[in-house]
């Protein structure tokens, strides 16, 4: 039987609903969520994904303050722009764009965001506290697809959990936050001896790699819940996952599509924690 496949839009949209409502709530209270995002240079991609950002926000009334600055901006004055806006206080989350043009250093500008604004959860000190599991944000990829496994009303606890990649921002939070929900997980990455071998044990199996449709039918366990963060072309040009999702959709129960499953969560976990950031300052606790 082929696999149920889950819709990521139609789940974001759901989700942005809930987050509206909460933005609402918030402005209610005298507080007006609001994100800025810097981005340095003229990278594409890049460009694409903080309209993206700036579009969402608008949709859900968050406000968002885009800082575009040229490719030659040095370390300091990038500094002293997120200095300026930690000491905002009326913003709430502050995100910078990432890759960022060689000569400044990423580690430095996200060691300097407030961490009670980071809404990417990418300082050290807050990627520290998801290894405790004592959180305020979220890293929003991972984040995103626990709300899949949610959605699918998949049940973590005792599962067989694989996770193919281990970058910081997606596969080693997302095997922490598996690990939270009592999940037996293992993390396999460009050195893992037999690949093959370690998959087909997987009842979840997370493809977070960045190689287009590496993991093949053969490679998963029949019934597995198989989610796709990868974003590539192949070789049409066309976007598609890590995942041979059209093979693989006939092993798996669960299964995630791209463009249209992860992608869409992405930003959707970033407006949640915008929120969460706007609801400590409220609270008090920043
Ligand atoms: P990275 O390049 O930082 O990490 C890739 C990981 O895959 C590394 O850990 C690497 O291992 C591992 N890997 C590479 N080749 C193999 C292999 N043959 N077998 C097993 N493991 C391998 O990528 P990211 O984590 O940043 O992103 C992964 C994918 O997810 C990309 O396609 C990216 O575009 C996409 N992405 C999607 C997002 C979304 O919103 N949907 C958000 C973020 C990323 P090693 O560590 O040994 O080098």
Redesign the pocket.
């Known amino acids: 039987m082929a696999a149920k496949i889950i819709d990521g839009k139609a789940l974001s949209k759901k989700l942005r609903e809930q987050i509206k409502k909460d933005a609402e709530a918030l402005k209610s209270k005298g507080i007006n969520p609001s994100l800025s995002v810097i981005i340095v240079g003229e990278d594409p991609a890049s460009k694409t994904y903080v309209k993206n950002k700036r579009l969402a926000c608008e949709e859900v009334g968050i406000k968002s303050d885009v800082y575009e600055l040229p490719e030659s901006t040095t370390s300091e004055e990038l500094l002293s722009l997120v200095e300026k806006l930690n000491a905002d206080e009326s913003v709430h989350g502050i995100l910078v764009q990432l890759p960022l043009p060689g000569h400044l250093d990423e580690k430095v500008v996200i060691e300097n965001i407030r961490i009670d604004k980071d809404v990417d959860a990418f300082h050290p000190q807050n990627v520290g506290r998801i290894m405790i599991g004592d959180f305020d944000f979220l890293p929003?990829?991972p984040a995103?697809v626990m709300e899949i496994i949610d959605e699918a009303g998949v049940e973590v606890k005792g599962k067989e959990c694989v996770v193919?990649?281990?970058?910081?921002?997606?596969?080693k939070p997302q095997a922490m936050l598996l690990l939270h929900r009592h999940g037996t997980v293992t993390i396999?990455?460009?050195?893992?001896k037999d690949?093959k071998e370690v998959t087909r044990r997987a009842e979840i199996l997370v493809?977070?790699?960045?190689?287009a449709k590496?993991i093949t039918a053969d490679m998963v366990r029949p019934g597995a819940v198989v989610i796709d963060?990868?974003?590539?072309r192949d070789e049409n040009g066309k976007l598609c996952?890590?995942v041979d999702f059209e093979n693989v959709k006939e092993v798996a129960s669960v299964i995630t599509p791209?463009p249209g499953?992860?992608?869409p969560?992405?930003?959707t976990m970033l407006l949640k924690n915008t929120i969460k950031a706007a609801e400590l300052r409220l609270s008090g606790k920043a």
């Open positions: 929003c990829t995103g193919v990649g281990r970058s910081n921002i997606v596969g396999c990455h460009s050195r893992t690949l493809a977070a790699v960045g190689k590496m963060v990868g974003m590539n996952g890590d791209v499953g992860v992608g969560l992405t930003i």
